[in-house]
């Protein structure tokens, strides 16, 4: 059974870092997209940044134009962790933030997504 759960959301100032952390139990990156979404009230969640593990252990990542430069995700495959390093935050990347996987290669819907964890807020004040 997957299980992913998220930590590291919070209340920052703009132009400041937050890291995101996922946990992901039951889960097997080899072969699988693991990623981070956002979700602002009234919208859709939308893709932030991906990450896809091919079956040479190599991966490749996504990211949204609107976080380039900015944000960064990674994984640590010994402890199950998944990240997402928030840097020169804007008060517009406040929103809830969610962890999600699929056994399959990366794609932007959010609906493609089998695995989700229950979201941590994140707030950027101005």
């Known amino acids: 059974q997957v299980q992913l759960v998220e930590s590291g959301g919070g209340s920052v100032q703009a132009g400041g870092s937050l890291r995101l952390s996922c946990a992901a139990s039951g889960f097997t990156y080899r072969g699988s997209c693991i990623g981070w979404f956002r979700q602002f009230p009234g919208k859709e969640r939308e893709g932030v940044a991906r990450?896809?593990?091919?079956?040479?252990?190599?991966?490749?990542?996504f990211y949204a134009d609107s976080v380039k430069g900015r944000f960064t995700i990674s994984k640590d495959n010994a402890e199950n962790t998944l990240y997402l390093q928030m840097n020169s935050l804007k008060p517009e990347d406040t929103a809830m933030y969610y962890c999600?996987?699929?056994?399959?290669?990366?794609?932007?819907?959010?609906?493609?997504?089998?695995?989700w964890g229950q979201g941590t807020q994140v707030t950027v004040s101005s």
């Open positions: 990450i896809y593990t091919h079956g040479d252990n190599t991966h490749s990542t």
């Open positions: 999600a996987a699929r056994r399959a290669i990366c794609v932007l819907s959010a609906s493609e997504y089998e695995y």
